[in-house]
T-cell receptor, first 115, second 115 residues
């Protein structure tokens, strides 16, 4: 069975400094991996996805993630944090189930950005 | 494109009553729709998967008689919480997968409060 582990429940950074949100996955085959962001009382927004193409995936708002099979990791990074990046971030792996993808969510990482 | 709406966004009901939540794909046809539940400060848990015109598939531990799901058309799925109790208070989120894609698009969520 597929699973994801987000290694930090909370991350706090200063505005303008780099962001690193860590995610490890477990999969019996080549997975599809996603990062979603959820702002307070808002719906989920897809930041980026990996589907076995390039291992370095660029997403929206300056975020990117690198798929490392040897480390079973898919960490999310951003060179310079902005106040508007403060939100909950979910690492997600998909499990192919019949004719659709079943998404399995990590526990989430709450990112705080301080002035 | 790929917009999913939910109605209502917030609902407060009394214990013992039933509440219906609608999920609509506004600009695409969705063969499959998913219902998730999110408790405060926690991750999303898949409750059930519904395919248009067939019975929903419920995840382990989810009571199908309490959470009634109907997917009557390719653009509408409904979740009815029957005989709601305070422990059913939660954030309910739906997603929809287009007929020609495995990708899921999320609605903004519905906050249910049972008093």
């Amino acid at each position: 069975a597929q699973s994801v582990t987000q290694l930090d429940s909370h991350v706090s950074v200063s505005e303008g400094t780099p962001v690193l949100l860590r995610c490890n996955y477990s999969s019996s085959y080549s997975p599809s991996l996603f990062w979603y962001v959820q702002h307070p009382n808002k719906g989920l927004q897809l930041l980026l996805k990996y589907t076995s193409a390039a291992t370095l995936v660029k997403g929206i708002n300056g975020f990117e993630a690198e798929f490392k099979k040897s480390e079973t990791s898919f960490h999310l990074t951003k060179p310079s944090a902005h106040m508007s990046d403060a939100a909950e971030y979910f690492c997600v792996v998909s499990d192919r189930y019949g004719g659709y993808n079943k998404l399995i969510f990590g526990a989430g990482t709450r990112l705080a950005v301080h002035p | 494109g790929a917009v999913v709406s939910q109605h209502p966004s917030r609902v407060i009901c009394k214990s013992g009553t039933s509440v219906k939540i609608e999920c609509r794909s506004l600009d695409f046809q969705a063969t499959t729709m998913f219902w998730y539940r999110q408790f405060p400060k926690q991750s999303l848990m898949l409750m059930a998967t519904s395919n248009e015109g067939s019975k929903a598939t419920y995840e382990q531990g989810v009571e199908k008689d309490k959470f009634l799901i109907n997917h009557a058309s390719l653009t509408l799925s409904t979740l009815t919480v029957t005989s709601a109790h305070p422990e059913d208070s939660s954030f309910y989120i739906c997603s929809a997968a287009p007929s020609d894609s495995y990708e899921q698009y999320f609605g903004p969520g519905t906050r249910l409060t049972v008093t």
